[in-house]
Structures are given as structure tokens and as C-alpha cells.
């Protein structure tokens, strides 16, 4: 199953502005936000080294701050890490 760069940043600005909501000033919304801005602007190799960055450091910088997702931020954190098993391998082709 291939997946495009749209559907990714899509996902991301999801995760973006339920963040962005309701715990703006963290550190994980801000890392989030930066992220969605480095995506939108790159393409092949860069897009998935910044997804890739993402992916490692996301679950840290989430794990320090003092929040919870809700339900909803919890359904699209998921939703963007699902992209996480289809590896750096698969991608090319798609973007």
C-alpha cells in the first residue's frame, strides 16, 4: 500500500491543530508544528528523513511534557505513527 506525502501532511495538520488547541505552548505542539512546516516544503528523501526524525523523537519530547493526550490527540498520534510501519524503504515510489 503506497501513501502519499498529502495524506501524511493531512494527518499531521490534524495532530497540528488539536494540539494547537488545547496545549499550545507545549513542547510537543511546537515540535509538532515545526515538524507539519518541514514536511509541507520537502520532498523525496528530505520528507521521509524528516518523518523519520519525527518518529524518533516525537515519543521523548511527548514524554516530558506534563500533559495527556485526550481521546481525539490520542486517535491522531496514532494515526501518524501508523505511517511508521510502512519503513523508509516503501516510500519512494509515491513521493
Given at each position: 500500500?503506497?501513501?502519499s506525502k498529502d495524506e501524511v501532511v493531512h494527518?499531521?495538520?490534524?495532530?497540528?491543530?488539536?494540539?494547537?488547541?488545547?496545549?499550545?505552548?507545549?513542547?510537543?505542539?511546537?515540535?509538532?508544528?515545526?515538524?507539519?512546516?518541514?514536511?509541507?516544503?520537502?520532498?523525496?528523501?528530505?520528507?521521509?528523513?524528516?518523518?523519520?526524525?519525527?518518529?524518533?523523537?516525537?515519543?521523548?519530547?511527548?514524554?516530558?511534557?506534563?500533559?495527556?493526550?485526550?481521546?481525539?490527540?490520542?486517535?491522531?498520534?496514532?494515526?501518524?505513527?501508523?505511517?511508521?510501519?510502512?519503513?523508509?524503504?516503501?516510500?519512494?515510489?509515491?513521493?
Open positions: 500500500m503506497m501513501v494527518a499531521m495538520q490534524n495532530l497540528n491543530n488539536a494540539l494547537a488547541a488545547s496545549h499550545p505552548n507545549s513542547e510537543t505542539a511546537r515540535y509538532v508544528q515545526q515538524t507539519l512546516k518541514d514536511l509541507i516544503k520537502s520532498e523525496g528523501i528530505a520528507f521521509t528523513g524528516t518523518l523519520q526524525t519525527f518518529f524518533n523523537m516525537a515519543p521523548s519530547i511527548k514524554l516530558s511534557d506534563s500533559f495527556a493526550f485526550n481521546e481525539t490527540e490520542k486517535g491522531l498520534w496514532d494515526k501518524v505513527f501508523s505511517f511508521k510501519q510502512l519503513g523508509n524503504n516503501l516510500w519512494g515510489a509515491s513521493l
